[in-house]
């Protein structure tokens, strides 16, 4: 069974901000870290783009007694157009996992220029 | 020492303008590659690439002639070991990012690749031909806005970052060195952006006790 963490509302202050643990379910191969990002439906996420977030993910092998930085994103706010002129509903970064039981992850939020609104989901399957 | 592969390791993202990942480097006589790949309305550059924070020194960076997706990859001599950060920083925030490294060991420390080459299309397969040498090992790294791609026949994936934003993907390879080698991916035809190097051995004088060491 896949851990999907709906999105869920963050209201982060500037600094350097931790967020989880989770478990990550044994079955897992690839993680992924989203930020919900300002578009015309979401007007209240991420709206300046003075707002700029580095966002990284930590895993953990042995159970949650250490961990060590996987991957990250960095971003600013603001609305994002993408090639077909649709917004960008969120930023993102993924990896596919190691192998192995018992694993857990933990996301830091690194943010600078502003207090970040928006939105956080992690979805292991 | 030969020349051998150590390891390999990436990630990709989407609406961001810089990635990361961690990689872990051993071995003696090392050399780390990164690769990155982009792709978005606008076609940023590669402000540039840093592992353990330190600067890594570019091989090439090409787009196609639209454009519509950029291949870069960057070099580091003798990296430090253990498990480190590669950090890719673009001019802009793309809409697809994919990000691959791969270090080897038993490479010469003082010339450790020769002249990179690239290549640029829109038909499968994507190719670049490499000079070479016997003994030396090729890397590329190719980048094409295809949600799957495959890796060429002689060839021995290292990295695959596929389904980039349901849009592209990203991918590293080695083949044997020889007088020229091309190296190939195939996928359905789109625009892509590609190149590769030759990696060469370490030069170490034999020592006494080694089982091939010539004395005269």
């Known amino acids: 069974m896949a851990l999907v963490i709906a999105p869920i509302p963050i209201n982060v202050p500037i600094g350097r901000n931790e967020v989880g643990p989770w478990n990550i379910p044994d079955v897992a191969t690839m993680i992924t870290l989203r930020l919900g990002r300002f578009t015309a ?25 250490s961990y060590q930085f996987f991957c990250g994103m960095g971003s600013r706010g ?9 917004e960008a509903p969120h930023s993102s970064v993924s990896r596919l996992l190691p192998a192995q039981a018992g694993r857990k992850a933990k996301a830091f939020l690194e943010v600078t220029g502003g207090v970040l609104v928006s939105s956080l989901e992690i979805d292991a399957s | ?48 690439i840093t592992f353990n924070s330190v600067a890594m020194t570019v091989v090439f960076s090409l ?46 420390q003082v010339t450790p690749i020769d002249t990179p080459a690239t290549n640029f299309g829109t038909t499968s397969p994507a190719t ?12 590329d790294c ?8 495959t890796v060429g026949a002689l060839q021995t994936s290292r990295q695959e970052q596929e389904n980039i934003g349901g849009f592209s ?5 080695t083949e044997p060195g020889g007088a020229t080698i091309t190296m190939s991916w195939t996928s359905t035809n789109a625009r892509w952006a590609t190149g590769g190097v030759s990696i060469n051995p370490s030069t170490a004088l034999p020592r006494l006790g080694d089982s091939n060491a010539a004395l005269t």
């Open chain 2, 128 to 139: 670049v031909a490499v000079t070479s040498a016997t003994g030396d090992l090729v890397v």
């Open chain 2, 142 to 149: 190719v980048y094409w806005v295809r949600t799957a791609i």
């Open chain 1, 78 to 86: 603001g609305s994002f157009s993408r090639r077909d002129l649709t």
């Open chain 1, 41 to 65: 439906s979401t007007p209240l996420l991420w709206t300046l783009a003075g707002t700029i977030v580095n966002a990284e993910l930590h895993l953990s092998l042995d159970g949650g007694a």
């Open chain 2, 169 to 173: 993907s990203l991918g590293m390879s």
């Open chain 2, 63 to 108: 787009t196609d002639d639209a454009p519509a997706a950029r291949s870069s990859l960057y070099r580091m001599v003798n990296p430090p070991t253990g498990s480190l950060t590669v950090a890719v920083t673009y001019s802009a925030t793309q809409d697809e990012v994919g990000g691959a490294s791969c270090s080897f060991t038993g490479v010469d």
């Open chain 2, 1 to 48: 020492m030969a020349l051998a592969f150590d390891a390999a390791s990436g990630t990709q993202g989407t609406a961001v303008s810089s990635l990361s990942w961690s990689h872990t480097c051993s071995g003696v006589d090392r050399l780390l590659f990164a690769g990155a790949g982009n792709s978005s309305g606008t076609i940023a550059t590669v402000s540039g």
